[in-house]
């Protein structure tokens, strides 16, 4: 996994965004392209069958992006609730702060993206918002804790664990209700996206 922290924006751009404008746009530069549909390597993703509708199911917003010179044709990371990203796929290292502020004009972080390339430059990203929580738990890549009642069960990587649960992901579960499952699947280190149902 990598961690960039993006470039601050200058106070033009700054007040700019914050009155709805495109700071590019305003600016003089290229304006942004005709939006698109979500590319279906997103569809996919997500369940949609290919070319079942103009936006995917499960994202919180669907926006086209130009960016040059990045190497792939696809791109993940996680954007966590300081702004930091954490990139989960990509080929390279380029600086994907036009992804995240393309998908920061209408959804806040910490959320899950994904980006696919369209044609040449043009990419399209799909953005999620999750929770996130820190939890330190130093084995696994994914954590889930059903409780109901008494009963209850806690599995690492998918196989049953004779540890205790994390008291972060008890607490996460508890505030829902007596009966719950918690998902945590493990960002960088001891962050984790998390997701609570109650039962």
């Given at each position: 996994?990598?961690?960039?922290?993006?470039?601050?924006?200058?106070?033009?751009?700054?007040?700019?965004?914050?009155?709805?404008?495109?700071?590019?746009?305003?600016?003089?530069?290229?304006?942004?392209?005709?939006?698109?549909?979500?590319?279906?390597?997103?569809?996919?993703?997500?369940?949609?069958?290919?070319?079942?509708?103009?936006?995917?199911?499960?994202?919180?917003t669907?926006?086209?992006?130009?960016?040059?010179?990045?190497?792939?044709?696809?791109?993940?990371?996680?954007t966590?609730?300081?702004?930091?990203?954490?990139?989960?796929?990509?080929?390279?290292?380029?600086?994907?702060?036009?992804?995240?502020?393309?998908?920061?004009?209408?959804?806040?972080?910490?959320?899950?993206?994904?980006?696919a390339?369209?044609?040449?430059?043009?990419?399209?990203?799909?953005?999620?918002?999750?929770?996130?929580?820190?939890?330190?738990?130093?084995?696994?890549?994914?954590?889930?804790?059903?409780?109901?009642?008494?009963?209850?069960?806690?599995?690492?990587?998918?196989?049953?664990?004779?540890?205790?649960?994390?008291?972060?992901?008890?607490?996460?579960?508890?505030a829902?209700?007596?009966?719950?499952?918690?998902?945590?699947?493990?960002?960088?280190?001891?962050?984790?996206?998390?997701?609570?149902?109650?039962?």
């Amino acid at each position: 996994m990598g961690l960039f922290r993006r470039g601050k924006e200058t106070l033009n751009e700054q007040l700019l965004r914050e009155a709805g404008f495109d700071p590019a746009q305003a600016l003089g530069d290229q304006p942004p392209p005709v939006p698109l549909e979500p590319p279906k390597s997103l569809l996919t993703r997500v369940g949609v069958p290919d070319g079942s509708g103009p936006a995917p199911k499960g994202w919180d917003t669907a926006v086209t992006v130009t960016v040059p010179d990045l190497a792939g044709d696809r791109v993940e990371f996680t954007t966590i609730p300081n702004g930091d990203v954490i990139v989960g796929e990509e080929a390279g290292d380029a600086d994907l702060s036009p992804f995240a502020d393309a998908v920061e004009r209408r959804v806040d972080p910490p959320y899950r993206a994904v980006a696919a390339r369209q044609d040449g430059d043009l990419w399209a990203v799909g953005a999620k918002r999750i929770e996130v929580a820190r939890i330190p738990f130093p084995r696994g890549d994914r954590l889930d804790l059903s409780r109901s009642g008494d009963a209850g069960e806690f599995r690492v990587d998918g196989e049953p664990d004779d540890a205790a649960a994390p008291p972060e992901l008890e607490r996460l579960g508890e505030a829902s209700g007596e009966r719950f499952y918690v998902e945590a699947a493990r960002i960088d280190g001891e962050l984790w996206e998390v997701e609570v149902t109650a039962m």
